[in-house]
T-cell receptor, first 118, second 114 residues
């Protein structure tokens, strides 16, 4: 079975600080996909990034960066120079191919509530 | 392009009533998913469809829940009869193809059963 652990329930930072959100996953599959989603106070879930298990390159998108390390089964998310608008719940998720192919069942972590204050 | 559309955005109903939630996926997406989010259980996958066919409904809580997808552009999730413990936010999501593609979520329907 798959599992995603986000041990940090809530993080509070002051604007302009850097913050890293941790994600640890468990799966026996060698092919899998990792995702991060953002859920702002308005409630919708916004897709941020997808990474497959064969691509361990780190990725940077503006103030966001992701560090994927298979050796530690982690897919951490860093926000540089945080802003108040970054305040949201962030979810890490994992999907694996079903035995018969197809499908996209996401296993979500419990989320990390990030609060960025002035 | 329009994203995933859900209606209603909010629904308040009395226990025992039938509730129908609606979803229009992104055009061209082959997969449609229904999720439920609660504080206690987080995000749970209820059911998903591929090309309008239900593939996995193992997450549907009980027989009171049913979902249909009569065509590629419309799906419903029905609860009959509703109970207070069904109160949650229900999300619909769609995906272009299989597990290597991200899912795009609708704004959700906040259901309150009194």
């Amino acid at each position: 079975a798959q599992k995603v652990t986000q041990a940090q329930t809530e993080i509070s930072v002051v604007e302009k600080e850097d913050v890293t959100l941790d994600c640890v996953y468990e799966t026996r599959d060698t092919t899998y996909y990792l995702f991060w989603y953002k859920q702002p106070p308005s409630g919708e879930l916004v897709f941020l990034i997808r990474r497959n298990s064969f691509d361990e390159q780190n990725e940077i998108s503006g103030r966001y960066s992701w560090n994927f390390q298979k050796s530690t089964s982690s897919f951490n998310f860093t926000i540089t120079a945080s802003q108040v608008v970054d305040s949201a719940v962030y979810f890490c998720a994992l999907s694996v191919p079903p035995p018969r192919g197809g499908g996209n069942k996401l296993t979500f972590g419990t989320g990390t509530q990030l609060k960025v204050e002035l | 392009d329009a994203g995933v559309i859900q209606s209603p955005r909010h629904e308040v109903t009395e226990m025992g009533q039938e509730v129908t939630l609606r979803c229009k996926p992104i055009s061209g997406h082959d997969y449609l998913f229904w999720y439920r989010q609660t504080m206690m259980r987080g995000l749970e996958l209820l059911i998903y469809f591929n090309n309008n066919v239900p593939i996995d409904d193992s997450g549907m809580p009980e027989d009171r829940f049913s979902a249909k997808m009569p065509n590629a552009s419309f799906s419903t999730l029905k609860i009959q009869p509703s109970e207070p413990r069904d109160s949650a936010v229900y999300f619909c999501a769609s995906s272009e193809r299989g597990n290597d593609h991200e899912q795009y979520f609708g704004p959700g329907t906040r259901l309150t059963v009194t």
